[in-house]
């Protein structure tokens, strides 16, 4: 079965060093998502991207994040200058036309 | 003061009981649900999702009822197995937003005992 993979599973940074999470959807996968998930609280919605441009963001995507496709596979989230309360869990999701979403094992970030 | 986390809610069951998890929403507004499972250390799954227009949906295993009186949604899970044990949340999605921007629920901890 297909499924949406993430690298790396675990990210550590320093507080200030600029960071990229990386997916790779489900290849026939129209609509991309990344969420975030800090130890011991709910599942947040960061960001949507459809057609190679976003579609909505959060509150908490500012001007610090960033998302790409840079090719046909990868969909990137990029923090510029990482805080301590970046540390999370980050997952990437994928849907096609049907509204059910799969979502990525996630990647650990924590800043130091 | 600074939030320490979540204290989950919790529901233990024995192997082959029913079980119950329920969730309260908060947008009147919203018109689409989704019942997630999360085991340690992966990805939310996807399990059954259910429109405004609905009350119940039914699928392997699991029902999910919708009260839109009371904001109300439950999950049902028939026969519930070992391997049913994780963390369970709701989400939901506002008219007029995207599918992908939900708000997700805290989650309650399903733990079944052989």
């Known amino acids: 079965e297909p499924e949406v993979t993430q690298t790396p599973s675990h990210q550590v940074t320093q507080m200030g060093q600029e960071v990229i999470l990386r997916c790779v959807p489900i290849s026939n996968h129209l609509y991309f998502y990344w969420y975030r998930q800090i130890l011991g609280q709910k599942v947040e919605f960061l960001v949507s991207?459809?057609?190679?441009?976003?579609?909505?963001k959060s509150e908490i995507f500012d001007d610090q994040f960033s998302v790409e496709r840079p090719d046909g596979s990868n969909f990137t989230l990029k923090i510029r200058s990482t805080k301590l309360e970046d540390s999370a869990m980050y997952f990437c999701a994928s849907r096609s036309d049907s509204y059910e979403q799969y979502f990525g094992p996630g990647t650990r970030l924590t800043v130091t | 003061g600074e939030s320490v986390g979540l204290h989950l809610p919790t529901l233990s069951v024995q192997e082959g009981d029913n079980s119950i998890i329920n969730c309260a929403y908060s947008?009147?507004?919203?018109?689409?649900f989704i019942w997630y499972k999360q085991e340690s250390g992966k990805g939310p799954q996807f399990i059954i999702d259910i429109r405004s227009n609905m009350d119940k949906r039914q699928g392997q295993r699991v029902t999910v009822l919708l009260n839109k009186t009371v904001k109300h949604l439950s999950l049902q899970i028939a026969a519930t197995q070992p391997g049913d044990s994780a963390v369970y949340f709701c989400?939901?999605?506002?008219?007029?937003?995207?599918?992908?921007?939900?708000?997700f629920g805290q989650g309650t901890i399903l733990t079944v005992h052989p």
């Open positions: 989400a939901e999605k506002p008219h007029g937003t995207s599918y992908g921007k939900l708000t």
């Open positions: 991207f459809y057609n190679n441009e976003i579609s909505e």
């Open positions: 947008n009147s507004a919203s018109d689409y």
